[in-house]
């Protein structure tokens, strides 16, 4: 079993919203940094936003800052990935992954652990 789930992807109209989520049962929040990733077709993985330690510092990539925002509830050890405004160049799998070094933004390595994907479809 991952160590993490991600879940609250789906089919989107442009201008729709989602909300993600990123379960990490086995960690406690304000100790890591949480990363969200995304991979289109055809493309490299790249980084989109993250969330790390006590103070829950946050990070976003220029193509999403002012439309998506982090976030995380400590108690459910889950982080939120609120998606609005979406495009289709937004389409991709979306990647959880956890940096145990509070690197945010995240390193894209084999050596953070790694959820198994949810995909994400902006299109009319």
């Known amino acids: 079993q991952s160590p993490l789930v991600e879940s609250g992807g789906g089919l989107v109209q442009p201008g729709g919203s989602l909300r993600l989520s990123c379960t990490a049962p086995g960690y406690t929040l304000p100790s890591i940094s949480i990363g969200w990733f995304r991979q289109a077709p055809g493309k490299e993985r790249e980084g989109v936003s993250c969330?790390?330690?006590?103070?829950?510092?946050?990070h976003y990539a220029d193509s999403v800052r002012g439309r998506f925002t982090i976030s995380r509830d400590d108690r459910k050890r889950t982080v939120y990935l609120q998606m609005n405004r979406l495009k289709p160049e937004d389409t991709g799998v979306y990647y959880c992954?956890?940096?145990?070094?509070?690197?945010?933004?995240?390193?894209?390595?084999?050596?953070?652990?790694w959820g198994q994907g949810t995909q994400v479809t902006v299109s009319s």
């Open positions: 992954a956890a940096d145990p070094f509070l690197a945010c933004p995240l390193v894209d390595t084999e050596d953070n652990q």
């Open positions: 969330i790390s330690g006590p103070a829950g510092s946050t």
